[in-house]
């Protein structure tokens, strides 16, 4: 006989009819499964990683890694991360990378120094994406443009190149390259791109729809006082936008933003999480089993997760075995296709 769980909501009442806990398992469509554990892929890095990524491109799949000052590509061969740095200038010293791909570019974003570039079908080190590439904390691609944002002296500013072609950021007559301050919503937080971007900010979420000439973009603020509260909590799928806010974990398609864990798991959240240290927390997308999953230090000192199924609209919660969490590829890719040397 199959027994029917209810969800967990630990915000509520224990009397609810609810499940009290729901520890180490992920929900369903009939119910919850177990987790399963982690497993060592490749050797230790010469620094801890910050972020991975995966790149594909002409079927040739490529993981990078990206520590405080380096950038890392995983060689199959032996399991180890290369250093593919920029040579012979090297990195300012980060606590945020994030990569984008654009055609056969894998981009990468450190808040500062300038846009990395790697060609997957030539590259043997990142380089500067471009002479007037910008430095930017967030990079990603809308529709056919490299979109960047948040710059040390413009914290609202987003940046795009020119029309199909990543390597163009100066605005004039020949090309479609521009900028946006966005001026009420506190400093950028996170992009995220596809058809249509989402600007998430402190204090606003802002959909930027390219419109063509001569303004390009038209950037609409579809949520006021509703922002993004850690850029490490931003995690994407198709066009839903999933983040944390001051008052709970929220999605966007781009024309509405809802809450999701409202008077269900927000305030067991900020409970147990150490605010202290949510600039370290993560966010990964498992698109197989419709999951998006938050890995967070509580105030224990221990990593743990909070996973949240869109499909069925259920949480639940258990341990990490991570200090990090990352979408890098779906059950269709298996680790021996990690395989452009």
Known sequence: MRIAFGQWTPDRPGVSGNLTEA?????????YASLNGTANL???????????????????TTLFGAGAGKLFKFDPADADLDDVSRTPTAYSTTDFWQFTQFGSQVIASNGVDKLQAWNM???TRFADLAAAAPTASFVTVVRDFVVAGKTSTYPNRVLWSDINDETDWTPGA???????DIPDGGEIRGITGGEFGVVLMERGIVRMTYIGAPLFFQFDNIARNVGCYESRSIAQYGPMTFFLSDDGFFMTDGQ?????????????????????QFSKMSAAVDPVNKLVIWCFRDIFNVQKLLIYNWSTDRWSHGDSGADYISSIATASTTLEQLDNI
């Open 23 to 31: 520890k180490n398992i992920y929900p369903t469509a009939s119910g």
């Open 256 to 276: 509405q933003v809802k809450p999701i864990g409202a008077e269900r798991v927000d305030r067991w959240f900020y409970a147990n999480a150490d605010p202290s």
């Open 42 to 60: 490749s050797d230790a890095a010469s620094e801890n990683l910050l972020t991975v990524f995966v790149g594909r491109w002409a079927g040739a």
């Open 121 to 123: 079908a030539s590259s």
């Open 174 to 180: 020949a090309s479609q390259s521009d900028t946006q």
